[in-house]
């Protein structure tokens, strides 16, 4: 008798909290668990991070999701051409407690890229380490080609070619952080899956430019980017990410519940970003990497879209 209640009073509740424990363990979902591993990350030094485009969306989430992570004691660079935006995001980011850091906002229009250089000269004066840059500058419209005055389409120029001048030119900040043992890694937030065949006798699409074109060039340039980039800097890491339809200022409009929450999407993308080591990667929106799934580009076209792109963008 005494064995009996022993076991009803005692020993059974015990089992049933551990079974509890173990089933909400064991049930934690996978967007739960890449929170937790997320938020557990912790430089022995604190990170320097540009976020282009970082006003809105993804770029935004992902920039509130460092600081979070880092409890504000990260360098967060917002590039974008709305201070009024930026301010907010910055205000809100945890004050940071360890000397030097510092959360900011560098005005910049990067349809034309000679604020794009402006910018990053500026950048590498005050910041010569960077440990991540991530890029998600783009507007959507149904527009035909609306040339910037530099000849420079500019769904182009905010999806490909500021990106690809941005990510040459603070090159040097990033191989120093690499040096030094520390992150340096590339991510740009585009369409990888999305893109198609490459038209190497119009690139830039002066010729033959249409919505459908542009939309499917975009994502093709990006993927071809970051594999040049990764063979010319094998140490550093470049990443061409989907994140999915989320919402954005873009969207604001938009109630669709197909549409992602931005703070679940950073979470996937800093998973993705995390977990990717020196090389060019693709990853979806859950931040696995597809490998060559829907790639379109060649070794040669690779070169060929390198060489336009130095030209088209005037680097020096």
């Known amino acids: 008798m005494q064995s009996s209640n022993f076991i009803t009073l005692i020993l059974l509740p015990l089992l049933l909290v551990a079974a509890a424990l173990f089933l909400s363990k064991s049930s934690m979902s996978p967007l739960a668990s890449i929170r937790s591993s997320n938020a557990a990350f912790s430089p ?90 991530v890029m998600s500058p783009g507007y959507l419209t149904l527009r035909g080609r609306d040339e910037t005055e530099e000849g420079i389409d500019r769904k182009l120029a905010l999806n490909y070619y500021a990106r690809w001048t941005f990510a040459t030119r603070l090159l040097p900040a990033l191989k120093r952080a690499k040096e030094d043992g520390e992150d340096a890694k590339v991510f740009s937030v585009m369409a990888v899956g999305r893109g198609g065949e490459l038209d190497v006798e119009d690139l830039g699409l002066k010729k033959s430019y249409s919505v459908l074109k542009a939309a499917l060039a975009s994502p093709t340039y990006n993927d071809l980017m970051i594999e040049k980039l990764a063979e010319r800097n094998p140490d550093l890491t470049f990443i061409h990410a989907h994140p999915g339809v989320v919402r954005t200022n873009m969207l604001n ?30 990853i979806r929106s859950h931040g696995e990497n597809i490998g060559k799934t829907r790639y379109f580009g060649t070794e040669a076209q690779r070169k060929k879209l390198w060489e336009h792109t130095w030209e088209i963008t005037k680097s020096e």
């Open 44 to 133: 022995s030094y604190p990170p320097v991070a540009l976020f282009v485009g970082g006003t809105s969306g993804v770029g935004q989430a992902m920039a509130e999701a460092l600081g979070r992570y880092t409890k504000g004691n990260a360098t967060i660079i917002i590039a974008g051409r709305n201070r009024a935006a930026a301010d907010p995001i910055i205000a809100k980011l945890p004050k940071p407690t360890t000397p030097g850091v510092s959360h900011e906002f560098v005005e910049c229009d990067a349809t034309l890229m000679r604020n794009v250089r402006a910018t990053t000269k500026e950048i590498l004066a005050r910041h010569p380490k960077i440990n991540f840059l």
């Open 253 to 282: 409009s938009a109630q669709s519940t197909i549409l992602w929450a931005t703070s679940d999407c950073a979470e996937y993308m800093w998973h993705g970003l995390f977990n990717s080591t020196k090389g060019a990667f693709r």
